[in-house]
């Protein structure tokens, strides 16, 4: 059973950074593409960024691009979202999640996401 933990979450004022940890158990978690989405209250769970498995390859959505910044460490079986210069628009439960594919344009759908992380709260105060 693959567990994904994330960690890091929390109250933030605009403007202010954030980074997010994401744990996971799978052995071979070297050979995943790891992404990141988030769920506001009363809005559909939104892609946020993704990064291949060689850590070569990053996809962000157009909302944080320039802003959040997606990595992993793979020794630690670690991924990370480093967030910058916070909106209140990005108040949300943060996600990470695992896939197989290898296509970047596909990293934006959540079906194409095998295991998922129980969330993190970040909250942004104006």
């Known amino acids: 059973q693959v567990r994904l933990v994330e960690s890091g979450g929390g109250l933030v004022q605009a403007g202010g950074s954030l980074r997010l940890s994401c744990d996971s158990t799978?052995?071979?978690?070297?050979?995943?593409?790891m992404g990141w989405f988030r769920q506001a209250p009363g809005k559909d769970n939104e892609f946020v960024a993704a990064v291949s498995w060689s850590g070569g390859s990053t996809n962000y959505a157009d909302s944080v691009k320039g802003r959040f910044t997606i990595s992993r460490d793979d020794a630690k079986k670690m991924v990370y979202l480093q967030m910058n210069s916070l909106k209140p628009e990005d108040t949300a439960v943060y996600y990470c999640?695992?896939?197989?594919?290898?296509?970047?344009?596909?990293?934006?759908?959540?079906?194409?996401?095998?295991?998922w992380g129980q969330g993190t709260q970040v909250t942004v105060s104006s």
């Open positions: 799978r052995r071979t978690f070297g050979s995943y593409a």
């Open positions: 999640a695992s896939t197989r594919s290898v296509l970047p344009r596909l990293w934006v759908l959540s079906e194409e996401y095998e295991y």
